[in-house]
């Protein structure tokens, strides 16, 4: 095998209401696909690495990480990532790479924020994630979670009212 087929990396995430695969090397992406998706995320996930494998002709032993998302976000969804890539990589041994859902949002950002950011996700669960992020992308402190009560939570010490509206519908557009 040529040093350039050595070394790739690939990226799935199937949390909220996207499913995506990213293959990529030297932080250049080679291959990236995400489709919108409520439910089914196996079905999706196991066309998109299909079709990831067929345009790339990408084979498990070229890749040397698994970058693999650890939430927080619906637990099923993300163990049909997990097992998904278990199947991809059944002969092959993998160097595996966590990332939350925060980092995630940090690496889409299109400009470096200059101050702390704080992060909110609706996880798809009837509760929100709440993330403080410094300008490098590190998680600062601990996740915190509030439940969803009704279509709307207020948050009164801010002043602030949230609505159902996924996060991830501003991040795709």
């Given at each position: 095998m040529?040093?350039?087929?050595?070394?790739?990396?690939?990226?799935?995430?199937?949390?909220?209401?996207?499913?995506?695969?990213?293959?990529?090397?030297?932080?250049?992406?080679?291959?990236?696909k995400t489709?919108?998706?409520?439910?089914?995320?196996?079905?999706?996930?196991s066309?998109?690495?299909?079709?990831?494998?067929?345009?790339?002709?990408?084979?498990?032993?070229?890749?040397?990480?698994?970058?693999?998302?650890?939430?927080?976000?619906?637990?099923?969804?993300?163990?049909n990532?997990?097992?998904?890539?278990?199947?991809?990589?059944i002969s092959?041994?993998?160097?595996?790479?966590s990332?939350?859902?925060?980092?995630?949002?940090?690496?889409?950002?299109?400009?470096?924020?200059?101050?702390?950011i704080?992060?909110?996700?609706?996880?798809?669960?009837?509760?929100?994630?709440?993330?403080?992020?410094d300008?490098?992308g590190?998680?600062?402190?601990?996740?915190?979670?509030?439940?969803?009560?009704?279509d709307l939570?207020?948050?009164?010490m801010?002043?602030?009212?949230w609505?159902?509206q996924?996060?991830?519908?501003?991040?795709?557009t």
């Amino acid at each position: 095998m040529t040093n350039k087929m050595k070394n790739f990396e690939i990226g799935i995430d199937s949390s909220l209401s996207y499913c995506s695969i990213t293959l990529f090397k030297n932080e250049k992406i080679i291959w990236d696909k995400t489709v919108k998706s409520e439910f089914g995320h196996e079905k999706v996930l196991s066309k998109l690495l299909a079709e990831l494998v067929k345009k790339t002709k990408i084979k498990a032993e070229y890749i040397k990480k698994l970058h693999l998302n650890k939430g927080p976000a619906r637990f099923t969804a993300i163990r049909n990532c997990h097992s998904l890539m278990k199947g991809f990589f059944i002969s092959h041994k993998v160097e595996i790479v966590s990332y939350s859902i925060f980092e995630h949002f940090f690496l889409g950002l299109k400009k470096k924020p200059t101050k702390s950011i704080l992060c909110l996700v609706d996880t798809n669960r009837r509760d929100l994630a709440i993330q403080k992020i410094d300008t490098s992308g590190k998680l600062v402190g601990k996740t915190k979670t509030l439940k969803i009560n009704s279509d709307l939570i207020e948050f009164p010490m801010a002043g602030l009212v949230w609505s159902m509206q996924s996060p991830a519908d501003y991040l795709m557009t």
